[in-house]
Structure formats: C-alpha cells, structure tokens
C-alpha cells in the first residue's frame, strides 16, 4: 500500500488523486469546497472532456435513456435553456443537424430569460415563457406544435426553506401550463422538481393530462441534492376544470 503526501494509504499502491483546494484569503468555506466538489466531481470532468456545457447535460441523457423521448425528428422547446447542456444533447438526439443519414431532422428550440450563446443545431431565443404570448411565439417558432416540452429551471433562493419550496413547485407547475399549451397529442413533459417528486396537486394535473408520470432521480443527480425530475409521456390533453391559473406567477 502506498503513502498519500496525508499520510493515507490508498488501494492498489496508487495516491489519493482527489483534489484538495486551499482556502484563498476573502474566500468563504462555503465556495472552498463548493470549487473542490466541482473539481472532483467525474461528471464536471467528463462534460469537458465530451464539450458540454455544464454537468446537468447527463441528466437529460440518463432520463431519455431510460424513457426515449428524444427521437429523431422530434421538435423540442428547452425552458430556461441556459447555459445550453440540455439543448447540446437534444439537438444530438433528434438529429437537428442532419448529420444521422435516413434519420428524419429534428428541431431544438431554447429559450431564457438571460441570453445565451449560440448553439449549432439549436435556435436559442432570450423570452420570458411566463409573459401572454409566450406560447404562441414558440408555436410560431417551430412551425407547430411541440413533441418535447423540458425544464430543468430553478427558482431563485430567497434563502427560507418554505419560500424556496413553493417558488420551485409554482415554477414546475407554470412549466407544464406552457407545455399544456404547445404540446402535441402524445407528446412528453420533463422537469425539475422536489425530493418527494411532483406535490400532490401537480401530479394529479400531470395524471389528468398525461397517460404516464414517472419522478425520477437521473445517476447524475448529486446524492446530496433533493432534487427529482417528472417525466410525463403520452399527453392528452388538459381537462376544462384545470384551465391555467395566473396565480402561480406571483411566487416566481
């Protein structure tokens, strides 16, 4: 067994490669070892060795693996796009860039409230999803009607525990008014939501409206975060009694 410069031993006679990083002078704890999980983190490693543009890309990638939504061919609307992990992957997986010969092309449309960089295969626009013609904008946008509505949006923390959760559950639950609104017959909705998975009231509106509603915690989830995602397949459309209602926007 070999000696780390710690002292420890690690297994296989090799050093403990974990990064340490020192504490700078005016830097917090808290972003000490915020910078040293990110530098240690394999998926952080691996989205710059694969050019993505942040870790979450794998967790879009593990939910499509596991439920297929990303087809060739399908039309794609990314909420909240920035920094554009989401939108690199589904251009890959519907084939917008044409690059997968007998392949049927797809479209990736992103939008958010800050602007992002281009992205090749993606047509990225800066909107707010929550202003009135949001829905008709992006309809315009794709020529149509959506096949993929996702989110991986969080509210900003007000640093209450109590506020922060019902600012996340109103954002989920504005995300998938907008997608009852652009979504095609059959299509799917993806989303970030809490440990405990969609509340109560949204997952009984994403059973009224979706034949399948799955909460999934994707591997790249850090073990530590308590957030989930909401899969709902099979859209069918929004029942009158569950009409938007304009409440949620005041929480966000």
Request: with cysteine; net charge neutral.
């Amino acid at each position: 067994m070999a000696k780390t410069p710690s002292g420890k031993t690690s297994g296989r006679g090799q050093r403990d490669l974990r990064v340490r990083v020192k504490t700078a002078k005016g830097r917090k704890l808290s972003s000490t070892l915020w910078l040293e999980r990110q530098l240690n983190d394999p998926y952080v490693q691996r989205a710059r060795k694969e050019g993505y543009r942040g870790r979450a890309a794998y967790k879009i990638l593990e939910l499509d693996d596991k439920f297929r939504f990303l087809v060739p061919g399908a039309r794609v609307v990314d909420l909240g796009c920035a920094p554009g992990g989401w939108c690199q992957v589904a251009v890959e997986r519907v084939n917008a860039l044409g690059q997968k010969s007998g392949k049927k092309v797809g479209t990736v449309l992103g939008v958010d409230l800050q602007e992002v960089e281009p992205i090749a295969g993606a047509e990225i626009h800066q909107l707010d999803f929550l202003s009135d013609d949001a829905d008709e904008k992006v309809k315009e946008w794709l020529g149509g009607k959506a096949d993929v509505v996702m989110s991986d949006m969080a509210a900003a923390s007000s640093g209450h525990k109590g506020t922060d959760h019902l600012r996340i559950v109103a954002l989920c639950e504005a995300a998938a008014y907008f997608a009852f609104d652009v979504l095609e017959e059959g299509g799917t909705f993806v989303a970030k939501v809490l440990a405990g998975g969609a509340e109560n009231e949204l997952q009984a509106l994403l059973k009224r409206a979706f034949t399948k509603v799955a909460n999934v915690k994707p591997p790249a989830s850090r073990a530590d975060s308590s957030e989930k995602f909401v899969v709902a397949t099979g859209f069918r459309g929004v029942p009158e009694e569950d009409a938007a209602d304009d409440s949620v926007s005041g929480l966000l």
